[in-house]
């Protein structure tokens, strides 16, 4: 079954693959997320094909999904649905709003205000929302997939914290390179039209029970007292940074720990080896650290100071 499920999930890769140039490691986040139930914050400037890279998954995938383009006016019902009066029976029944989906799409979150964005943290964190005090689950699997411009970009809010915690992963979308460049306008050369995934050939070639098998074969996944303290000695020399105000949470390491045992089973092995936790140390804890203001003011980043910390940590033999 995990053989299967690993089969499953190869051809989701390939079949975005069809749609998308380059991106692997966007991709590879993405599928990291699906597998360790979390969430995924994907961040680039305006046509780097973010958004077309989660519909492109969503196609592959049988499960159901659905969009919200996030605006300035945008209201938290909007997001999470409400109760509606029907003058038939003379009560008031609950609307589903977009959010009761399996994979959603969240396009340009940082385009509305803190108050909508509020709207989707209990969504995150517990699988479900609560309208007039009544708690509602949402369907399983469950998955954000949000996209964002950089923050100095006019009109957009900063994500809090709070939230910003909820998103397993950040995923940088770059620029292409020369040659993926090239190939993307030969492919809309040769007629592909990102609005119509079905005629570029995409097809769904994995749904919920290769999800559930190999999130299964993912919770199997050892990994050694070493490694763990490696984590944890990580997280915690953030904390010790001269650079950050804010360093890593025990959510963090937790997080870091359980996408390196996805990276691990995606590499086809069934235990977790330092070059895991490196691999995926950047894309889980960058949205989890604060700069000081005059380390940010000397040209420091996110990644640079994880760079710096991966750099000085003793790596376990």
Known sequence: ????????????????????????????????????????????????????????????????????????????GDVTGSLIFDPKTTAFEFREGPVFTNLLLADEINRTPPKTQAALLEAMEERQVSVEGSPRRLPEPFLVAATQNPVEYEGTYPLPEAQLDRFLVKLTVPVPSRADEIEILTR??????????????????????????????????????????????LCRATRQSASLRLGVSPRGATALQSTSRAWAWLAGRDYVIPDDVKALARPTLRHRIQLRPEAEMEGATADGVLDAVLGTVPVPR
């Open 1 to 76: 079954m995990a053989q299967t499920a690993h089969a499953a999930l190869s051809a989701v890769r390939a079949e975005v693959g069809k749609a998308i140039v380059g991106q692997d490691g966007v991709v590879t986040g993405l599928m990291i997320c699906l597998l360790c139930r979390g969430h995924a914050l994907l961040e680039g400037v305006p046509g780097v094909a973010k958004t077309l890279l989660v519909r492109a998954m969503a196609a592959t995938l049988a499960v159901r999904s659905t969009r919200i383009q996030f605006t300035a006016d945008l209201m938290p």
């Open 188 to 233: 809309h050369a040769g007629g592909f039209d990102p609005a119509d995934l079905a005629a570029a050939g995409i097809t769904a070639v994995a749904g919920p029970a290769d999800l559930a098998a190999a999130r299964a074969a993912v919770a199997g996944v050892r990994i050694s007292h070493e490694v763990t303290g490696y984590i944890v000695d």
